[in-house]
Structures are given as structure tokens and as C-alpha cells.
């Protein structure tokens, strides 16, 4: 009788193991090995999911972003082109508004569909990050071509919101942020470090007590607001909390084989040339490596801020991108604007075939991405003709069909309620003005 065949037993890797050598570590990538030895043949092919969120101030021309014709066979725009060999990776929606959107105060209801200048409310990338953000060393991260929130201007800097409705601080220097993701600390910048957690852990058990006497000579009213304030206490001690824990766990230092140069790279406020293609596909390339470090699995991006988009020589333009959008018509500011957008296309198709280059499971770490795209205007400040993309997502169940026509005034929320769910988020009743999730879309 024949003996059954041996299968030794391996061992489960850790998502963060390290491989260590010549005083250098590097992140292993994801790895079947990873998974827990109980998984399922159907489960060996998952991996983890990722969001990111694109917001694209000032609009685009409309008159040459959308395909024609729907579904596979339809034709790329002028403004699509650069996006022909990869449409099989993405879906332009037709048809997606902002109730509040039009105007430049379009990036405050982006996001939330709460209007400028109103009480805002959590995002979806932060409903993502509460869901992914805690196997992460970074719950999630916000970049933009502007640093800080540029909350009160029409040039907001963000599109991430925490739960009061405070907006999260954007970073928009490509070498502050990977050193913020892949440089470890010296030795001066530890002890540095651990001064700065026992300093905060102080002043926020100070604030907490003082906090807790003044509670009982309030009234209701005045508790409420105490509450929040609370609230907004725990969520500063959780983030500690996470910085203590992973101060001692070395950051991963990706194969920078292709990528740009991190060290001299120039931010747009910085002092050097600036060029802004470089900067482009520096900041997509530092979101593929965020990704595929498991660094983070949630990210926000203003890519243009509103009343913003310069003249840079790789545009070949002769206005602003805000100029250029009124138009007035003028055959030349169109056509001028339609040049700056596909340049614009350019670098996403570069950042889709960077994700689409790096191997995951039985996919691409795209496959396991979800990456939405809108703006809150169309042309002529409109609130209802949005350039409005999601790309990515195929092993997470997004079937894609290039140009996918909605029904009109379709709300963009309902974009995100797709995506969030796709996350894990149970998006329990309502979401904000959203309709529903796009069942168009999914497999």
C-alpha cells in the first residue's frame, strides 16, 4: 500500500518580516506564505485592500474628457488617450454631481457632500482608515500639491476630515514625506523622540484631569461641547498610543530600482527648480510605495487646488490652468486646457502602470487598489458635468467597462459608498446623499 505523501507544515510570515543585511532592512512583499495556515484555497488569493481619493480643483474641459460612445469598445477623448492601453483598468462615470458642488468651494462638499462654511463630517478615506488603519504603521496619509489644510479659502489643501469635522493637514514635499515613511531615526532624533512622547503623555493626563473637574459646574449645553472636546483628547491619545508602538519597528526600505531621486526632490514651495512631471510622478510613485509597504492603506491627494495650476514649460501653455477655464469659448483656451488635462492623464496612467508593475498574490497590488477621481466643478463651474474616473479594484470586485453612463445628477457619494464598502466599511443606513453604492460596477 502506498504511503500517503508528506506536506511539511510551513511556518506563517509576518506581513512586516524583514529581511536584514549590510545594516540595511528591506519589507518583503506580499506573500501567500503571509496568510494564516487555516486559509482556504479561496482565500490564499486575496490580499489586502487599499483606497485612495484624487480630487482635481478647477474641473476639467469637459467638451474632451468623456469617451464616446459607452461600455469597452467605446473611444478615448483627446483629454484620454494617454489612458488607451489600460482601459481595461478603469471606468469613466457619466453622469456623477455635487448637490453643494459648482463654483470654487467645491473641494469642501468633495468629500463629504456638506457645504462650505456648514459643520462637516467624517470622509470616507478616514471611514477607510478606522477599518484598514489599524494594521498600518500610518492609519492613512494626505498629500497635496499645497501644504496644511487651507481651511476658510476657496484653495482648500485637503479633502480628509476626521470625526468633529476638523480637516486633516495635507503634506506636499515629496522628500519630508519619504522620509516620514521609509527614513529611520538617528540615534539624536530617538532620544528626541522619546522626550517628545513622555512631554505629550503629560500634557494630555494635565488637560484630561482639568477637563474632568470642570465637567460637573456645566450646563448640558456646555457638556456636549465638553464631550466633543473629549472626544477629540482620545483620539490624540490614540494616535500617541500608535506612535509609541511602532516607534521601535523598523521602517521598511523599499527597491527604489526606476523611481525617482527622493533626495533631490523639489517641493512647490521649496527653493530649486521645479519641474512639475518629476513632481507628479514622484508623489504617485511615493503612494505605489506606501501601498506596497503596507505602510498605509488609505490615501487622499489634492492633485490641483482650486484658482491654482500654473504655467509650467512641460505644458506648453500660455495662462494659469484657473485662466484657462475661463474660456470664454476661445478656441485656443480650450484647446489649451484639453493639453494641460491629458498631460495630467499622463501622469495617472504612469501611476496606474506603476501599480499595475508590482506583483501581488495572483495579481497586481492594482487589482487590490481602489483609486477614485472627480473634481468639484465640470466646465463652466458646473456642479453636475464632473470628470469623475475610479480605476483599479478588479480583485476587490469592481468590474470595469471604460465608460459607464448613470443616471443624471447621480451623487459623487455614491462613488465613495462603493468604494468604502469594497473596504470593509458597513455602511449602516444612510451615507451621506448617496443614492446607493454603483451596482453597475461591481462583478
Same mark, same amino acid.
Given at each position: 500500500?502506498?504511503?500517503?505523501?508528506?506536506?511539511?507544515? $510551513?511556518?506563517?510570515?509576518?506581513?512586516?518580516?524583514?529581511?536584514?543585511?549590510?545594516?540595511?532592512? %528591506?519589507?518583503?512583499?506580499?506573500?501567500?506564505?503571509?496568510?494564516?495556515?487555516?486559509?482556504?484555497?479561496?482565500?490564499?488569493?486575496?490580499?489586502?485592500?487599499?483606497?485612495?481619493?484624487?480630487?482635481?480643483?478647477?474641473?476639467?474641459?469637459?467638451?474632451?474628457?468623456?469617451?464616446?460612445?459607452?461600455?469597452?469598445?467605446?473611444?478615448?477623448?483627446?483629454?484620454?488617450?494617454? #489612458?488607451?492601453?489600460?482601459?481595461? /483598468?478603469?471606468?469613466? %462615470?457619466?453622469?456623477?454631481?455635487?448637490? *453643494?458642488?459648482?463654483?470654487?468651494?467645491?473641494?469642501?462638499?468633495?468629500?463629504?457632500?456638506?457645504?462650505?462654511?456648514?459643520?462637516?463630517? =467624517?470622509?470616507?478615506?478616514?471611514?477607510?482608515?478606522?477599518?484598514?488603519?489599524?494594521?498600518?504603521?500610518?492609519?492613512?496619509?494626505? +498629500?497635496?500639491?499645497?501644504?496644511?489644510?487651507?481651511?476658510?479659502?476657496?484653495?482648500?489643501?485637503?479633502?480628509?476630515?476626521?470625526? /468633529?469635522?476638523?480637516?486633516?493637514?495635507?503634506?506636499?514635499?515629496?522628500?519630508?514625506?519619504?522620509?516620514?515613511?521609509?527614513?529611520?531615526?538617528?540615534?539624536? /532624533?530617538?532620544?528626541?523622540?522619546?522626550?517628545?512622547?513622555?512631554?505629550?503623555?503629560?500634557?494630555?493626563?494635565?488637560?484630561?484631569?482639568?477637563?474632568?473637574?470642570?465637567?460637573?459646574?456645566?450646563?448640558? &449645553?456646555?457638556?456636549?461641547?465638553?464631550?466633543?472636546?473629549? *472626544? @477629540?483628547?482620545?483620539?490624540?491619545?490614540?494616535?500617541?498610543?500608535?506612535?509609541?508602538?511602532?516607534?521601535?519597528?523598523?521602517?521598511?526600505?523599499?527597491?527604489?530600482?526606476?523611481?525617482?531621486?527622493?533626495?533631490?526632490?523639489?517641493?512647490?514651495?521649496?527653493?530649486?527648480?521645479?519641474?512639475?512631471?518629476?513632481?507628479?510622478? $514622484?508623489?504617485?510613485?511615493?503612494?505605489? +510605495?506606501?501601498?506596497?509597504?503596507?505602510?498605509?492603506?488609505?490615501?487622499?491627494?489634492?492633485?490641483?487646488?482650486?484658482?491654482?495650476?500654473?504655467?509650467?514649460?512641460?505644458?506648453?501653455?500660455?495662462?494659469?490652468?484657473?485662466? +484657462?477655464?475661463?474660456?470664454?469659448?476661445?478656441?485656443?483656451?480650450?484647446?489649451?486646457?484639453?493639453?494641460?488635462?491629458?498631460?495630467?492623464?499622463?501622469?495617472? &496612467?504612469?501611476?496606474?502602470?506603476?501599480?499595475?508593475?508590482?506583483?501581488?498574490?495572483?495579481?497586481?497590488?492594482?487589482?487590490?487598489?481602489?483609486?477614485?477621481?472627480?473634481?468639484?466643478?465640470?466646465?463652466?463651474?458646473?456642479?453636475? $458635468? #464632473?470628470?469623475?474616473? =475610479?480605476?483599479?479594484? @478588479?480583485? #476587490?470586485?469592481?468590474?470595469?467597462?471604460?465608460?459607464?453612463? %448613470?443616471?443624471?445628477?447621480?451623487? %459623487?457619494? &455614491?462613488?465613495? /459608498?462603493?468604494?468604502?464598502?469594497?473596504?470593509?466599511?458597513?455602511?449602516?443606513?444612510?451615507?451621506?446623499?448617496?443614492?446607493? &453604492?454603483?451596482?453597475? #460596477?461591481?462583478?
Amino acid at each position: 500500500m502506498s504511503q500517503p505523501s508528506y506536506k511539511p507544515r $510551513l511556518k506563517t510570515l509576518n506581513r512586516r518580516m524583514l529581511l536584514r543585511g549590510a545594516s540595511t532592512c %528591506l519589507a518583503l512583499p506580499w506573500l501567500e506564505a503571509m496568510l494564516p495556515r487555516t486559509a482556504s484555497a479561496t482565500e490564499s488569493t486575496k490580499a489586502v485592500p487599499r483606497m485612495g481619493m484624487f480630487y482635481f480643483g478647477t474641473g476639467m474641459n469637459m467638451r474632451q474628457f468623456y469617451p464616446e460612445g459607452y461600455g469597452q469598445d467605446a473611444k478615448m477623448s483627446r483629454i484620454l488617450k494617454p #489612458l488607451e492601453k489600460q482601459r481595461d /483598468q478603469f471606468t469613466v %462615470l457619466s453622469g456623477t454631481s455635487l448637490s *453643494h458642488g459648482g463654483g470654487h468651494d467645491g473641494a469642501y462638499p468633495f468629500a463629504t457632500s456638506i457645504a462650505r462654511g456648514e459643520k462637516q463630517t =467624517i470622509s470616507p478615506d478616514q471611514l477607510a482608515a478606522e477599518v484598514q488603519g489599524k494594521h498600518t504603521r500610518f492609519p492613512s496619509l494626505q +498629500l497635496s500639491v499645497k501644504r496644511g489644510t487651507g481651511f476658510g479659502s476657496q484653495a482648500l489643501a485637503t479633502i480628509s476630515w476626521n470625526r /468633529q469635522g476638523i480637516p486633516l493637514a495635507a503634506e506636499n514635499d515629496p522628500q519630508t514625506i519619504f522620509n516620514h515613511l521609509f527614513r529611520p531615526p538617528n540615534s539624536q /532624533q530617538l532620544v528626541k523622540q522619546s522626550d517628545e512622547f513622555r512631554q505629550r503623555g503629560s500634557v494630555l493626563d494635565a488637560v484630561l484631569s482639568d477637563a474632568k473637574q470642570l465637567q460637573t459646574r456645566l450646563s448640558q &449645553s456646555d457638556r456636549q461641547q465638553l464631550d466633543q472636546y473629549f *472626544h @477629540s483628547i482620545r483620539e490624540v491619545e490614540t494616535t500617541l498610543r500608535r506612535e509609541m508602538d511602532w516607534s521601535d519597528r523598523p521602517k521598511p526600505s523599499p527597491n527604489l530600482d526606476g523611481f525617482g531621486d527622493y533626495e533631490k526632490a523639489v517641493a512647490p514651495e521649496g527653493n530649486g527648480k521645479f519641474v512639475y512631471d518629476t513632481y507628479a510622478k $514622484l508623489m504617485y510613485d511615493l503612494i505605489a +510605495l506606501a501601498f506596497q509597504t503596507d505602510s498605509t492603506r488609505v490615501v487622499s491627494y489634492v492633485v490641483r487646488t482650486e484658482l491654482a495650476g500654473g504655467v509650467y514649460p512641460e505644458f506648453g501653455v500660455s495662462k494659469g490652468y484657473h485662466e +484657462l477655464t475661463h474660456h470664454g469659448n476661445d478656441p485656443k483656451n480650450l484647446e489649451e486646457l484639453a493639453r494641460v488635462d491629458a498631460i495630467y492623464m499622463q501622469h495617472w &496612467s504612469h501611476f496606474l502602470n506603476r501599480l499595475a508593475s508590482i506583483r501581488e498574490g495572483e495579481g497586481t497590488l492594482l487589482d487590490n487598489t481602489l483609486l477614485g477621481f472627480s473634481s468639484g466643478m465640470g466646465i463652466g463651474h458646473s456642479k453636475d $458635468l #464632473l470628470p469623475t474616473m =475610479i480605476s483599479g479594484g @478588479s480583485g #476587490l470586485g469592481i468590474r470595469h467597462q471604460t465608460h459607464l453612463q %448613470l443616471k443624471d445628477n447621480t451623487p %459623487l457619494s &455614491s462613488l465613495w /459608498q462603493t468604494m468604502v464598502e469594497r473596504m470593509g466599511v458597513n455602511v449602516d443606513g444612510e451615507f451621506q446623499d448617496s443614492t446607493g &453604492s454603483i451596482r453597475e #460596477l461591481l462583478a
